[in-house]
């Protein structure tokens, strides 16, 4: 059984009005614990629906979610655990911060799980560190962080309830590429101290070859393609259809390939490093 | 449920009355509702609510939405025709008991009120379900336009600016309203039990974000509007002109003669 596993998910806007509208049809998949996962599609495919499922914001119309084996809406007035326990970091999160302190707004969540104050404390310098913000900047109010910082304040109050699956909707949208590499980089140190299962809601695929061990790829409501990266990522004809851009390196590979120069395909930049460090070794001619 | 929230309340449709300039619409409207309290007798009364009624009846908004709008004033009709049945001391007694006394007269002068509210609720009613909001605000603009003889006309336009600006942010807002409930939802904010206090407190989290982003968002447009060399209403021209057409004098001319029809059955029946 796996941990985390959604069966047959299916959800439709202002049902039996004129303006229905299908957001979701039959999604199924699993996670294991521990794995980092890139949920892909362009924008209107159902992956924000898709993910607000998850920690029990919407209810399923049909279909269900399992954590553990065990329904999420088995006891519908428990649904308040299940939000400790699958953490979902919004789009733009950093609109949520309302505090006087950034130590307040990050304490929010643990102080709402009724933890101790001791604990709270704890957890709200663990989560702090694990994004890489300064000590000093606790006490700040958040409105004065600069845009990076909130956002990087915003996920620690997510992070700080220790949620067993932490799911980012979009987390590098809107930043610079620096900024965009050090939530990425949090993101894995973060699972790798926790073990927890990671989902990442994104259009950029190349953020997702950068971090992403398996790939779901949504198309108008349903589940396109999924399996490692490497198995999503080669068919990238397939990804292009649907409106999605590879990765620019692998542009330039497919290219190579069809002038007949035998490459592997790659999806990252030290991917192609190593691929023609290793086509050149093998000597074959240019 | 945050979707459910009506802002004006526009219903689409094609009829005569949707299609009435909306200056017109707007001054006859207000006639109309003078007239209702014009009206001193019943025939009077029947004259003008026969006539919104009328207006109701080819404007082709679904009956049950008029009639939604009563519900939310029904306590409102029910007091005013209590206290006019109460306190009314005319024609025969009906009925005494402590220091109440109903009469013939106190149930006629109840009925009459009731009426009367009745048939204003209608007419502001017929008003707003065939005028998008945005035509309103034009309308009050245009209408209010010779205030600027008295120096009010920059104070007239930055008005209707304002309430078109508001009625446009609705949508936006309750869409923002949404996100971050939520976002504060997802850390385990528990917005829907405990008592009063506890619940005021529980709506800080929402509260706040959404009145920095309000506040952010009005620097954003400003700025824009600037951008765009917005100065105020001088010399400001308009891409939808509004000009009166012939169903539109017709039209106002017969409300008008109907109305004035009022003050002869006033006095003489």
Redesign the interface.
């Known amino acids: 059984m796996a941990f985390l596993s959604v069966e047959n998910l299916t959800y439709t806007y202002g049902q039996n009005t004129p303006f229905e509208k299908t957001a979701i049809k039959d999604i199924s998949f699993s996670a294991e614990k521990g794995e980092i996962i890139g949920l892909i599609g362009h924008t209107g495919s159902g992956k924000s629906t898709l993910v607000q499922h998850l920690n029990g914001l919407i209810k399923p119309q049909s279909g269900q979610i399992l954590l553990d084996g065990t329904d999420i809406w088995a006891d519908e007035k428990k649904i308040r655990e299940i939000r400790f326990r699958v953490g979902l970091v919004f789009q733009y999160p950093e609109y949520q911060l309302f505090e006087e302190t950034v130590e307040k707004d990050i304490a929010f969540g643990p102080t709402n799980m009724g933890l101790s104050p001791e604990e709270i404390k704890a957890r709200v310098y663990a989560a702090a560190q694990s994004v890489g913000l300064r000590e000093e900047l606790l006490a700040q109010s958040p409105f004065d962080l600069s845009g990076g910082e909130k956002r990087r304040a915003a996920i620690a109050g997510v992070m700080a309830m220790q949620p067993e699956i932490l799911i980012f909707d979009e987390p590098t949208a809107g930043l610079d590429p620096a900024g965009r590499d050090q939530i990425l980089e949090n993101i894995v140190k973060y699972r790798d101290a926790t073990g927890a299962t990671i989902l990442i809601v994104s259009h950029s695929m190349e953020d997702m070859a950068k971090v992403a061990e398996k790939i779901l790829v949504m198309n108008h409501g349903s589940l396109a393609l999924s399996g490692t990266t490497e198995s999503v990522y080669a068919q990238a004809d397939a990804l292009v259809g649907m409106g999605l851009n590879v990765p620019q390196i692998t542009k330039v590979f497919l290219a190579l390939r069809r002038f007949g120069i035998d490459l592997p395909l790659v999806y990252t930049v030290d991917g192609a490093f190593d691929a023609i460090l290793s086509f050149r070794k093998g000597g074959a001619p240019v | 449920m945050m979707k459910d929230i009506t802002f004006g309340q526009y219903f689409p449709a094609d009829s005569i009355v949707h299609r009435f300039d909306p200056r017109a619409k707007l001054l006859l409207s207000l006639l109309l509702m003078i007239f209702i309290f014009v009206a001193g007798n019943f025939w009077a009364l029947f004259l003008i609510g026969g006539t919104v009624l009328t207006l109701m009846m080819i404007s082709k908004v679904p009956v049950r939405l008029y009639l939604r709008n009563v519900k939310s004033i029904f306590p409102i009709i029910l007091f005013t025709s209590l206290l006019n049945a109460l306190y009314t001391s005319s024609g025969t007694v009906l009925l005494k008991w402590w220091i109440f006394t109903v009469t013939t007269g106190g149930l006629t002068r109840a009925a009459f009120m009731s009426l009367r509210i009745l048939f204003l609720i209608f007419s502001s009613a017929l008003l707003t379900y065939t005028t998008t909001p945005n035509d309103l605000t034009d309308a009050i603009e245009r209408v209010l336009k010779p205030l600027k003889f008295i120096g009010l006309g920059n104070a007239v336009h930055t008005m209707a600016m304002m309430m078109t600006i508001a009625l446009r942010f609705i949508p936006t807002l309750i869409e923002e309203t949404e ?2 409930m ?9 917005l829907e039990s405990g008592n009063l206090m506890h619940r005021i407190k529980a709506m ?2 929402i509260l ?2 959404l009145l ?2 309000s506040v952010r968002r009005a620097y954003e447009l400003a700025e824009a509007m600037e951008c765009r060399c917005y100065h105020g209403g001088k010399g400001r021209k308009r891409m939808k002109q509004m000009k009166l057409s012939r169903a539109d004098y017709i039209g106002s001319a017969v409300l008008v003669v109907l109305c004035a029809c009022v003050i002869p059955i006033n006095l003489f029946l």
């Open positions: 996100k971050i939520n976002a504060q939802k997802a850390r385990g904010a528990d800080l989290p706040i974000p920095i982003s």
